[in-house]
Structures are given as structure tokens and as C-alpha cells.
């Protein structure tokens, strides 16, 4: 790591503390009663924030590595808007089902993932075909969860209505990610290879990549049942991180997941406290923080062609 690159990771470090602690102390007006509003409103809502953080970074990164498509995400493929539409289906049906919406999502996640390993996944090597089919794949879902959720009064989209119970499960669903990530992640380095040259070595890329992708899809649903979709956020993120630290795959983990992290606990914030006490969409506003970036990124793409 050179000084320009662990000057970019220190800053980034510093900007979760100083948010982090601003979160946590900012706007306390009833001072007889801080701890409760620490322990149960801003604290469980800022361990989800880190989790949601750490979850769009590394799905981001590692679709985008095993599909060989640096400028897609779990959200453009549909993976998210799947997770959304079954947590708003089940949730229509079992009100009462909404307590696990974290593991439903997880869930969904993954069996969405599944469904696009055997349709849009196919054409993984025409980056058209597989932009064009998840993203109308993604509006679908979409469209069908608007139908439900508009008088059901369900939103997802905010982290206001955060509470222990989904920190807890989305702690134990990073867990298990993280458990099985240990076991994998010494063949991620292979995606920085040819595709060629993987078969040469004779590396089952398909095994490989359907265990990441698992994980990927695990962590992006289970984050999206309380954040919602959020189109383009891990691609910008990762080739921001990517443009200007110049990393190869495993090297730019930790920046994309501190990145990731920061992002997210700023849109937070404003999300909370730049209207207080109105909230906010959490979601809508880190696209609108990263609306610039992707098209600082599409200029600086329009350049290199």
C-alpha cells in the first residue's frame, strides 16, 4: 500500500468516526432520558448502518469480479428489487412476518441469484444483453412491489424503523457470510485472470463463482429489506475506489467496504437529521450523494474510449 493510498484509507476511517460519534451524541433534546435514546434508537440504527455498509461494498465487488462485469451490481440485476418484491408479497400476506424481514431477504436474495444463474446470467460474456435483462428484470420487480406496498403502508426505505431484532440477524447472516467467505476467498484472485486462462489452469470458475455470488446475494438481500433498492450504489462505489487507489480485486476490498461504510453513514445522517425530526428516504439520498460521482465516472469512461 503506497502513502497516496493509505492517506485515501485513513481519511475514510476518520469520516465513520467523527459521523459515528455525531450520530450518536447530535440533537440528544430530552438529556433526563439520553441513554434510552442512545441504546435503543441510535445505536441499534448505526450497527446497521455499518452492516448495510459492509454488505453493498463486498456484493458489490464481488458480482462485479465473477461476472466479469466491473460496472454492474446486485441492485441493476434485479438481485434487491427480487429481495423487496418477496419481503412485500410476504408481508401482504403475514403482517406479522415483517419481524424477519433480514432473513427474508437473505432468502429472497439468494433465490434470485438463483434464478438468474439460469436465465440473464447465461449471456454473462454480452455485458449488453445482461445490463439490458436485469435491469428490466429489476423494473419489473419494482413495479409489482409499488402495486403492493402502496396501500399497505410497507416501506423499506429508511432506517428509522431499525431495530435490535434486525441487527441481530443481520450480525449472524455477516457471520455466516464472513465464515464462508474465509473459505473462498483465495480463488477470487483467479477472476483477475483471462477466462482463458482459468480453464488452462483448470479451475472450476462456475463453483467458484456461484459460492461468492452466494455470498454476495445473501448480504445484498438481507441489507435491502430495510434499506430498499439502491440502483448503481456498489458499481459507483467500487470503480470510485478502483479509479483512484488503482487496487487489483483482493487489495481493494477494505477501501470498498470502508468506502461503502462512509457512504452510507452520511446518507444516513442526512437522511435523519438535515429535515429533523422528518425522515427522510436513507436509500434516495445515497443516490442523490452518489448521482456526481457516477457521472464523474461516466465522463472520465467517455474519455478513455
Known sequence: ???????????????????????????????????????????????????????????????????????????MIGIASGSELMIALI???????????????????????????GSIFKY?????????????LAMFFNALTTILTES????GKSL?????????????????????WRKNSRYLQYFALPELQTKQLGIDEAKIAM?????????????????GTVFFAGVVINQLVREYT????????PFVITFSILDVLLADTVAHF????????TNAVLLVLLAPAFLLLLMRWSRAV
Request: charged fraction near 10%; glycine fraction near 8%.
Open 1 to 75: 500500500m503506497t502513502n497516496k493510498q493509505k492517506k485515501y484509507f485513513g481519511l475514510m476511517l476518520l469520516g465513520c468516526i467523527l459521523i459515528v460519534l455525531f450520530q450518536l451524541i447530535f440533537r440528544i433534546e430530552n438529556q433526563s432520558n439520553w441513554q434510552l435514546i442512545i441504546i435503543q434508537l441510535r445505536l441499534p440504527r448505526l450497527i446497521f448502518e455499518l452492516g448495510t455498509g459492509f454488505a453493498i461494498g463486498l456484493s458489490a465487488l464481488l458480482l462485479a469480479a465473477t461476472l466479469r462485469q466491473p460496472y454492474l451490481d446486485g441492485s
Open 124 to 136: 454473462h460474456n454480452h455485458v449488453l444483453f445482461l445490463v439490458i435483462g436485469g435491469f428490466c
Open 160 to 180: 428509522a424503523n431499525v431495530t435490535w431484532l434486525d441487527v441481530g440477524w443481520l450480525l449472524l447472516i455477516i457471520s455466516l457470510a464472513i465464515a464462508s
Open 246 to 253: 488503482h487496487l487489483g480485486i483482493i487489495a481493494r476490498i
Open 211 to 227: 459460492n461468492l455470488q452466494l455470498i454476495a446475494a445473501g448480504l445484498l438481500g438481507a441489507v435491502t429489506a430495510v434499506l
Open 274 to 281: 438535515i429535515f429533523y425530526p422528518t425522515e427522510l428516504p
Open 91 to 117: 408481508t401482504v400476506l403475514v403482517p406479522s412476518s415483517l419481524t424477519y424481514r433480514v432473513l427474508i431477504g437473505t432468502v429472497a436474495g439468494i433465490l434470485c441469484l438463483l434464478l438468474l444463474r
Open 152 to 155: 399497505s403502508g410497507w416501506t
